[in-house]
């Protein structure tokens, strides 16, 4: 960038680029307290045994430890991946379903612009009336849902939120509902940044769809196909809000906290319910690292396929 | 004919999907109206007149209506911090040449990334020695810092704003902040509103933090009231109390998007594309 010419006037000797120091500073001044303190906070509780009050002892890796050695701490990684695999297979690929119906030059469909705003409307709301929406839709007595399956002839209700089996399912099928507009926009945003003239070129000589599809918009595509799935996995791997309320304050609560028992949730409970604020520490930098192992992986994946 | 028969499944699909994101709304508003026991028994699309009395149970329960209000309180000033100080952070990453203003990208870009739990333990940790549990400052301050809003405000600024035009404004001897205030932000206003209309989407809807900071019923946010239905017992045996709390705190955020849907929108490419 050009270093900003100053006029040479007598008047203005002064470096106008010391002025920037006081224009970041309160972004900087609260950054630090706000962002990068609790983070190195949270690093260093992790290495102590702290109950919420008092002087934190250290302890050196002995929450590390044990994390590696907890089950339960496993398990509700292997939860998360579960029910995140399932919410990012759907919601990818109907938003990719989506870009590819809306971007085909030969049907030219119509009303983007209504469906897109449709599509994102679930991503509106916030996730606590989402929650509490589909338990009472999908309770599995009383819900609508098992209604108007009833009247479809369907007679044994589903137990849609109460069994362990299906319950993470529902959950991945809700976050998968909650997201695939997001996804979908920016997709569809990508494809609409593409120069007209590849696709134009491409059919004077008489590629066919599929073949513009897999030469051209896959390959045009990449940088937002690794953001969207690396920002999904980034937010997916910390799921909360609609496990925990789903498989909150109902009297299957000791059953479903199994299946839907995320990471965060784990790691909320000790740090927020039972105060062993040191281990939940460790659970929140162990996560950490496996998301970003995750990420890099799944980047240098994306990023080589030529 | 072939492809016109194919463009009508790819339609009645495409409605089909739509139906799904819209049904389950349409169903909360419908049940809304209905009482419990109606709601238990049989499914129907048509409204009850169970409306009032609902609206009794909810009015008698909790007041959804302070949760509004908290949620202006801490809603509208953070957006309004983000917004002024993602501009002026940005424009000044933009424009000026500083030491260390590339070490400052680049952590900001790395905590664009960081998972947001990773400093949740020691944000409460350092409130709750601040002792500002149950206060609003940790939840309108920390606004102050959008890493992800100032990253695309920066970009926005080098796309738009024309150098020339700054420096004529110096030779006219216009201070710097001056400058900021009168030339620069209008020139930046379509940049500003659109990662506003997200942030104030994202302060409204939060969950997880109002959760960990908020202790005393009367200081909840809508979400975390909402969310404290699942305690309840009395209203819980009426569904139809149940879907009108959550339509009250859903239907203003729907009238709203039916009239910025564009802007919402474009909120959310902007943080995926590169200018």
């Known amino acids: ?306 | 004919m072939w492809t016109l028969t194919k463009k009508c499944i790819l339609y009645v699909l495409l409605i089909a999907l739509a139906l799904i994101c819209v049904l389950p709304f349409l169903l909360m508003m419908v049940n809304a109206t209905r009482s419990g026991r109606e709601i238990m028994t049989f499914f129907t699309l048509i409204p009850g007149d169970s409306l009032g009395e609902n609206w009794e149970a909810v009015i008698n329960y909790f007041n959804l209506f302070r949760g509004y209000l908290n949620s202006l309180i801490v809603a509208v000033p953070a957006t309004l911090l983000t917004a002024y100080f993602s501009s002026l952070t940005g424009y000044a990453l933009a424009i000026y040449q500083f030491r260390g203003r590339n070490l400052m990208f680049g952590v900001i870009v790395i905590f664009m990334m960081i998972p947001g739990q990773l400093g949740l333990l020691g944000f409460y940790n350092l409130i709750s020695g601040l002792k500002l549990v149950n206060s609003y400052i940790p939840l309108i301050i920390p606004a102050i810092a959008a890493p992800g809003t100032v990253f695309f405000l920066r970009q926005y600024v080098l796309s738009v704003l024309s150098k020339t035009l700054l420096e004529a404004a110096r030779i006219d001897g216009a201070r710097e902040i001056y400058i900021f205030h009168k030339i620069v932000l209008p020139i930046m206003a379509p940049g500003i509103a659109t990662m506003s209309i997200g942030a104030f989407i994202g302060n409204w809807n939060s969950y997880l933090v109002p959760l960990i900071v908020l202790t005393k019923p009367d200081r909840f946010t809508l979400p975390v009231m909402i969310a404290s239905l699942s305690a309840s017992t009395d209203i819980a045996t009426n569904q139809g109390a149940i879907y009108l709390s959550v339509a009250i705190s859903v239907v203003p955020i729907l009238i709203v998007f039916a009239f910025c849907s564009k802007y919402m929108i474009s909120s959310i490419t902007a943080g995926s594309i590169k200018e």
Request: net charge positive; no cysteine.
């Open chain 1, 1 to 306: 960038m050009a270093r900003n010419s100053v006029p040479a006037g007598p008047a203005k000797k002064k470096n106008i680029n010391n002025v920037a120091y006081l224009f970041i500073a309160p972004f900087i001044i609260v950054f630090l307290i706000f962002s990068v303190y609790p983070v190195l906070r949270t690093l260093y509780l992790s290495f102590t045994s702290y109950p919420g009050y008092g002087e934190p002892q250290w302890v050196g890796l002995a929450n590390y430890n044990r994390v590696i050695n907890d089950k339960f701490f496993w398990e509700a990684l292997w939860n998360t991946i579960k029910i995140w695999s399932v919410n990012i297979v759907v919601q990818l690929g109907v938003a990719f379903l989506l870009t590819i119906v809306f971007s085909d030059i030969k049907y030219r469909i119509r009303g983007l612009s209504v469906f897109r705003a449709v599509f994102y409307l679930p991503n509106l709301i916030a996730a606590a009336s989402i929650a509490f929406l589909f338990k009472t839709l999908l309770d599995w007595r009383f819900g609508t849902l098992n209604q108007i399956l009833a009247q479809l002839g369907v007679d044994n209700p589903i137990p849609w939120l109460t069994s362990p089996d299906i319950a993470p399912f529902s959950v991945a099928m809700i976050n998968a509902w909650m997201w695939f507009g997001n996804s979908f926009i920016i997709l569809m945003a990508g494809v609409q940044g593409i120069p007209k003239d590849y696709f134009e070129a491409a059919a004077i000589d008489g590629a066919n769809r599929w073949k513009v599809f897999g030469k051209i918009t896959i390959p045009m595509l990449r940088p937002i196909l690794i953001y969207v799935s690396i920002t999904s996995l980034i937010g997916g791997l910390q799921m909360f809000d609609i496990p925990f309320l789903i498989a909150q304050g109902t009297d299957m609560t000791a059953i479903l906290r199994g299946p839907l028992q995320t990471v965060v949730m784990y790691m909320y409970d000790f740090g927020f319910r039972t105060f062993q604020v040191g281990y939940a520490g460790s659970i929140a930098y162990a996560l950490f690292l496996i998301i970003l192992a995750a990420a890099v992986i799944q980047f240098k994946i994306m990023n080589k396929e030529d």
